[in-house]
């Protein structure tokens, strides 16, 4: 069975930065699929960014592009998100989602991490 530990989550002032990251454990492909996903209050699920294949294929939502970067530690299977420039909009609960070839199509989800921004 494959868990996900997400940490990182905060409170910071706009413009800040606040650094997430998801630690997987139990059996997972050599090869796996990342995914930051956020949901606002009232608002649905939203893609922030993903990170692919052994050649470590990055993507992002058009409205994190620029702020946020994906990187990940295979090694220690681990996912980061780098968030800076912090706007009022990032509020969100942020989870990450595990995806691997034999795995369910929906790929396994961590508990969530709270990030706040608010002046």
């Known amino acids: 069975q494959v868990q996900l530990v997400e940490s990182g989550g905060g409170v910071v002032q706009p413009g800040g930065s606040l650094r997430l990251s998801c630690t997987a454990s139990g059996r997972t492909s050599p090869s796996y699929t990342m995914i930051w996903y956020r949901q606002a209050p009232g608002k649905d699920y939203e893609f922030v960014a993903q990170?692919?294949?052994?050649?470590?294929?990055?993507d992002y939502g058009d409205s994190v592009k620029g702020r946020f970067t994906i990187s990940r530690d295979s090694s220690k299977m681990t996912a980061y998100l780098q968030m800076n420039s912090l706007k009022t909009e990032d509020t969100a609960i942020y989870y990450c989602?595990?995806?691997?070839?034999?795995?369910?199509?929906?790929?396994?989800w961590g508990q969530g991490t709270q990030v706040t921004v608010s002046s």
């Open positions: 990170i692919s294949g052994q050649r470590n294929t990055t």
């Open positions: 989602n595990l995806k691997v070839d034999y795995g369910p199509g929906s790929g396994y």
